[in-house]
């Protein structure tokens, strides 16, 4: 069973900084492309930053020169540095596993539970 644990959230005050980790674990072998997604009170889940195996990455025009995605394949841990945080970064945020490669059978898509970050003004 692959699990993804978050841990890294919590309250920060505007304009202050958040690390956001994620490990999976499972007799893990290898993983596609890892993302950060959030969801705010009463809107959807969106995509906030994603990372290829290979280090290919994707923001989300809100997060551009605030947030850094990475990744260590070794561990099959992500990460999401947060600098700069306004009120609106709040949200709940979930990590997101695709094409997750195990001993035993290959899983599409995994998600974490979501850790809650909130931005106080």
């Known amino acids: 069973q692959v699990q993804l644990v978050v841990t890294g959230g919590g309250l920060v005050q505007t304009g202050g900084s958040r690390r956001l980790s994620c490990a999976a674990s499972g007799r893990i072998l290898s993983i596609d492309t890892m993302a950060w997604y959030r969801q705010a009170p009463g809107k959807q889940r969106d995509l906030v930053a994603s990372?290829?195996?290979?280090?290919?990455?994707v923001y989300a025009d809100s997060v551009k020169g605030r947030f850094t995605i990475s990744r260590t394949n070794a561990n099959n841990t992500v990460y999401l540095q947060m600098n700069s945080l306004k009120p609106e970064d709040t949200a709940v945020y979930y990590c997101n596993a695709e094409s997750v490669v195990t001993t035993i059978h290959r899983h599409l898509q995994v998600w974490g539970r979501g850790t809650l970050v909130t931005v106080s003004s």
């Open positions: 990372i290829t195996r290979g280090g290919s990455t």
